[in-house]
């Protein structure tokens, strides 16, 4: 079985991030949409998968390796 990273690193340039980042797959939140104020970019795919299969595996979604998410 492949290694499941839940704590993914985001540098500076990154989706438009400014300084350094870390997405923690297993510490999820639910925030509403009127807090967010505009989009500052958008990750690469590569490191789009990355999160989607760590939190595919926090919420124990089965065959997370296999998520598409161009959906």
């Known amino acids: 079985m492949a290694r499941i990273v839940q704590s993914i ?3 500076p ?3 438009g991030l400014t ?3 870390v997405v923690h797959c297993g510490q999820m ?3 509403d949409k ?3 104020r505009e989009k500052l970019g958008e990750l690469e795919k590569e490191k789009m ?3 989607t299969t760590g939190l595919a ?3 124990d979604i089965p065959q997370y390796p296999q998520i598409n ?3």
């Open 49 to 51: 998968e990355k999160i």
């Open 34 to 36: 009127t807090r967010l």
């Open 19 to 21: 300084k350094d980042s």
């Open 57 to 59: 595996y926090t919420i």
């Open 29 to 31: 939140r639910t925030i």
């Open 69 to 71: 998410i161009n959906r």
């Open 9 to 11: 690193y985001l540098f």
């Open 13 to 15: 340039g990154e989706g």
